[in-house]
């Protein structure tokens, strides 16, 4: 894997939309990724806790995760999360499931549901079809059919060009020029899904974001 050349297709991809690069942002080491089932484990846990942001009841979403084996998977924050019920639960809790749309979109390209996984373009109007519908009582099966995952390099590529593209997103901030291709929030959240897909040693909860 050639991350010299992968750096400058993602530089010149985001010159592409109108971004801008660093020539001196590094490269990523190389970690070691984990594996299909970890992947669809996190997917599902995902998916589940999604439901909790559009007031699902905690308990059921609980009882999901430990009907289908997934307790051993979940996070500390998640484990905290599912502790409490619907009346407990923070608006900041909320807010931080809402957003694992974005990461949950990213984990669906690494599964190869969807084919692109495109820096500008918030989450489709259809992205419930590809997912276990809780609320119709559907199975874990959309995820679980998942027989393998994208290689290393398609992933490490796809992390390393959200990366940069996260520079570029704060050089608008700071100068408080927004730009339409550089949305920082699904960015962050993409990145952290595919970061953490490739580092089998990552903490869900605490997944880098540096640039």
């Not at 409490?84 to 900041?92: P, R």
């Not at 690494?110 to 419930?128: H, S, T």
């Amino acid at each position: 894997m050639d991350s010299g050349k992968i750096k400058s297709e993602s530089e010149l991809a985001i010159k592409g939309m109108g971004g801008e690069v660093c020539d001196w942002l590094p490269v990523y080491d190389i970690t070691t990724m984990r594996s299909c089932e970890d992947v669809v484990s996190r997917a599902l846990i995902m998916n589940a806790m999604i439901n909790i942001a559009f007031d699902a009841p905690v308990e059921l979403i609980a009882d999901y995760i430990k009907d289908n084996q997934l307790t051993d998977h979940l996070s500390c924050a998640e484990r905290e999360i599912l502790a409490q019920s619907q009346e407990t639960l923070s608006q900041q809790d909320k807010i931080n499931l809402h957003w694992y749309l974005e990461s949950l979109w990213a984990l669906l390209w690494v599964m190869g549901k969807i084919d692109k996984l495109e820096v500008p373009y918030p989450i489709p109007d259809d992205m419930v079809e590809y997912c276990p519908k809780l609320h119709e009582n559907e199975g874990p099966e959309k995820f679980t059919d998942t027989d393998s995952i994208r290689s290393y390099e398609e992933v490490y590529s796809m992390r390393d060009l959200y990366y940069r593209a996260m520079w570029c997103c704060r050089e608008f901030q700071l100068r408080n020029t927004p730009h339409k291709h550089f949305n920082m929030s699904l960015i962050m959240e993409r990145r952290r899904a595919l970061t953490w897909c490739l580092d089998n040693a990552s903490d869900w909860d605490n997944i880098p974001q540096d640039t």
